[in-house]
């Protein structure tokens, strides 16, 4: 490969694979679109092995519009993880819901193209189009079940709130452009290393962080998500909560930590009010859900606001624990989504809390199964939550925001009722009616097993990762 | 008042006006055809700024292609609608509150910050250096511009494409 390329080796082998899986679309078999999705899985296996390779180089490539940091590559792994997994669900998925389409892979790939990109990004510019990229692909999944009603409720309200956000976020990108000249994420910290508290660059970073905020779903850009993830497949619902929310990350912390740090105090505290209104929000709400895709996305609210405690914590320690509890919550969230996926009632998919009662007599392993990635989401030990959490509410305390911590924690406790509602509908409900029964589905228990393995993994070793989390940040606090 | 001062102040009243009468008329058409108006008076300002390709891609691709792509679909859902379309404001006491809170603060921001007063010195055939920017420093966001679009494609055809 051409040296100038190899910083970008995770985004070539995506980018190839897309390609190959546009051209295979076209050939026979048109009935069975499995292969498709086989293909697409082998290429983001060789993505993260790249990622995996590449770990510990740096360089910039394309006059310095996209870089190579050990940053980037760890928000590629947390990437490649997520996607996998959403890939290994849909496999089975996409059958049983007559929706087989080679378009969905595709799909899928692009935006994955665009959450990578977004983690290499090093200029306003790329950030913009890598959004733009991943936003696109996923109205469209958002949609893809065309037959249900809810599907086009879902794609059109994420597309023109999406929309509307990315409106915000160009305003930004044109007011830092004429503060600063320029669009490169070094130069603009350099411009603001001179003049901190430049008005143009302030109301940017502002409006910028709008179109972030509506990218993590942070509130008060949160409206969409529960009913979105409600209308969309559940397997796009997951790769929304995991793989979009990561790539907003990582464009959020490098221009947070990076390019601006020169202001960290004005957007601290304008973060310290948004961490707490999103865990509250986020939390409160979803007590009072019965759906469960709908629970999910106001428990995914709340998780966005703890990432935002270690955003406001900083240093090696608070950015660090976010890249570590960004993996943690995929992995739990994305198996969360994984078992509703897999459970059907009556040939609809289980969705109600009251599809759950009597689930752990007949069907244990998956009971047990859902009600680990409900613990880790709570925050219990041993599973992954708890040292997740932990991380970050003691960065927060070690920065000297106690009570940031203490809503956090409190938080935690609120957040608990409902995921063990959950818990307690499948073992101490009986089932009425109809039976809920799983699908057949070997990629499915596959991708369940990958990510309990993640969550016990980084629950009884987290160590090592947080190491690399922590290098990871290194050279952007540098 | 200089000639350009002149031309600033005539083109900013067009463009308020004209953007003004998109939201409040009733006949959707004519909302259009404001639209067009404001569209061409951006235009008009760019050029103004003397960035003549900026202004010539606001008029092909705004004035031209989007209006267009507007007016099609207008005739086509009220085809398919049997009925005129009309623009109701139901929404206008929450929808200009936001505005206002959007805007008030973008003006204390933009009143505050130091601006240039004269214009920096423009050198050179500005189209030909936006050209050779794209096509070398820009290279990589411009090629991303193409899978955006082949991505959009894709999208666009799997929804309108009909069940086999």
């Known amino acids: 490969m051409d040296a100038a390329l190899l910083p970008l080796a995770p985004l070539v082998v995506v980018a190839g694979t897309t390609v190959v899986l546009i051209l295979l679309d076209l050939l026979p078999p048109r009935t069975s679109k499995v292969h498709l999705g086989v293909v697409a899985l082998v290429g983001i296996v060789a993505t993260l092995v790249s990622a995996l390779f590449l770990w510990g180089r740096a360089g910039r490539a394309f006059s310095g519009v996209v870089v190579l940091d050990n940053f980037a590559l760890f928000f590629d792994v947390v990437i490649c993880y997520a996607v996998a997994l959403v890939l290994l669900l849909s496999l089975d998925y996409l059958r049983r819901n007559g929706m087989e389409r080679g378009e969905y892979y595709i799909l899928v790939l692009f935006a994955t193209l665009g959450m990578l990109l977004m983690a290499h990004a090093a200029d306003l510019i790329v950030i913009f189009l890598a959004l733009e990229l991943m936003s696109l692909s996923l109205y469209v999944l958002a949609g893809f079940f065309q037959a249900r009603l809810t599907a086009a409720e879902s794609a059109m309200k994420y597309f023109l709130l999406g929309a509307f956000a990315t409106g915000f976020f160009v305003y930004g990108i044109a007011l830092i452009y004429g503060a600063a000249g320029t669009t490169a994420l070094d130069r603009v910290g350099a411009a603001l290393g001179s003049a901190t508290r430049d008005p143009l660059l302030l109301i940017g970073l502002g409006l910028l962080l709008v179109g972030f905020g509506f990218k993590i779903s942070s509130v008060p850009f949160h409206m969409w998500a529960p009913d979105v993830y409600e209308g969309a497949p559940t397997s796009v619902a997951a790769l929304i909560a995991t793989g979009s929310k990561a790539a907003g990350f990582a464009g959020l912390l490098r221009v947070l930590l990076s390019t601006f740090r020169g202001a960290q105090p004005d957007w601290t505290a304008l973060l310290w009010v948004l961490a707490v209104l999103t865990m509250t929000v986020g939390n409160v709400v979803a007590i009072a859900q019965s759906n469960l895709k709908r629970m999910l996305a106001y428990s995914s609210i709340a998780h966005v606001g703890y990432m935002l405690v270690g955003v406001v914590a900083g240093g090696p320690l608070g950015a660090g624990g976010v890249l570590f509890y960004l993996l943690v919550y995929s992995f739990a969230t994305a198996g969360a989504f994984g078992v509703i996926l897999l459970l059907e009632r009556g040939r609809q998919e289980a969705v109600n809390q009251d599809d759950y009662g009597g689930l752990a007599a007949r069907h244990p392993v998956l009971a047990l199964t859902l009600a680990l990635f409900l613990l880790s989401l709570i925050g219990m030990p041993p599973t992954a939550g708890f040292a997740g959490k932990f991380y970050l509410f003691g960065a927060a305390v070690r920065s000297g925001y106690i009570w940031l911590a203490v809503i956090a924690v409190l938080n935690s406790a609120v957040a608990a009722y409902y995921y063990l509602r959950v818990i307690v509908y499948m073992y101490m409900r009986d089932q009425e009616g109809v039976p809920t029964e799983p699908a057949p589905s070997f990629a499915g228990r596959l991708a369940l097993g990958i990510a309990l393995w993640g969550v016990f993994q980084l629950g009884l070793m987290p160590a090592p990762v947080l190491d690399l989390a922590q290098a990871a940040v290194a050279p952007l606090l540098r | ?164």
């Open chain 2, 1 to 164: 008042m200089s000639l350009e001062a002149a031309g600033f102040w005539g083109l900013a009243l067009v463009l308020l006006a004209s953007s003004l009468a998109v939201v409040l008329s009733r006949n959707l058409f004519h909302s259009v055809l404001y639209l067009a108006l404001a569209l061409v008076a951006t235009a008009g300002v760019f050029l103004l700024l003397q960035a003549e390709f900026l202004a010539a891609v606001q008029i092909l691709l705004y004035a031209g292609g989007v209006i267009t792509i507007v007016v099609f679909a207008i005739v086509v859902t009220e085809r398919l609608v049997g009925e005129r379309l009309t623009q109701t404001n139901r929404g206008m006491v929450t929808g200009g509150l936001v505005s206002v809170t959007v805007l008030i603060p973008i003006v204390i921001f933009v009143t505050r910050a130091k601006l240039p007063r004269t214009a920096p010195p423009l050198v050179g055939d500005l189209t030909q250096a936006i050209g050779r920017e794209l096509l070398t420093r820009f290279v990589l966001p411009f090629e991303l511009l193409a899978v955006l679009f082949l991505a959009a494609l894709l999208g666009a055809i799997f929804f309108a494409r009909k069940e086999e």
